[in-house]
């Protein structure tokens, strides 16, 4: 029983969670909290997926000598047992190799990136004021008619911006910008987004996984914009978004259509609700522990009774 209670959860934390919390917009008013909750159900589906495996090969396994199960369950019932055994290796087995790919290709291609926007840097274009607030090491200046901000994470992290984007935005605006783009940097947002990205290659038509992806990018950014706001004030950010957003620019790092309109309206709203943020947390930690546990020690205590004999 132990490993189909644990592949029902693993299907739950697969399937209908992440679709529902996709589609919450309570996320936005508590983004940190709500990171940690997509991380706890992303990590919880992996452990139950685990769980199942593990849980399906000890009934194979951890009893007497020979195949007692076979003779007890019959072939039919041993051979799926097999099978799911195996689709869970192949599940995991997936997803490392794939998270691996994905590290390696993102890091080779972000090294070719920092090189390049190294190369192309104008430390001419640069008037007084913005030289002032771009004294900060690590940011780069590129020509061009299109307005661009974005960071190049890793150890030797890179912000970019053009030098249109800095004609066209105020100091304090583009104070904000860079703000936010350094908050990614500093967080390792990075990081985060890296996991849900590896998800999404290993399993792409796992409908959720699309929709997880999203959101998380969604709430970075919202994230990012709290610490900007902090340190460059709500107004000067809220405009540099409506100026990025309205650009229309291709590849550029922060108007993302839709979620732009998202962030500005953000800004805007009201302060968080009181416990929202503890109640987020707290949700995350009954995902991740609550119901693992409550397979896990029945299980572990089982496994114990079987190894003691
Ligand atoms: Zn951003």
Redo the contacts with the bound molecule.
Sequence with gaps: MTAVWFAALALLLAGPVPALLARARWTWQVPRAALVLWQAIALGAVLATLGAGLASLSLLVTEEPGFPFLERHGPVQTTLIGLGSALVAVVTVRFWVVATFVGVRTRRRRNRHRDLVDLLHRNESLSQVNAALLSGTGVRVLAGPGRVA??VPGVRSRVVVSDAMLASLTPEEVRAVLA??R??LRAR?DLVLEGFTALHAAFPRVVSSQAALDSVRLL??ML??DAARRRAGTQPLARALVALAGSGDPGQ??PVGSAALARVRRLAARPPRRGLSALTYAAAAVVLGGPTLAIAVPWLQASYRALAH
């Design positions: 974005y960071c936010h783009e908050a990614h947002h970075v950014e990012a914009d790092e922060m």
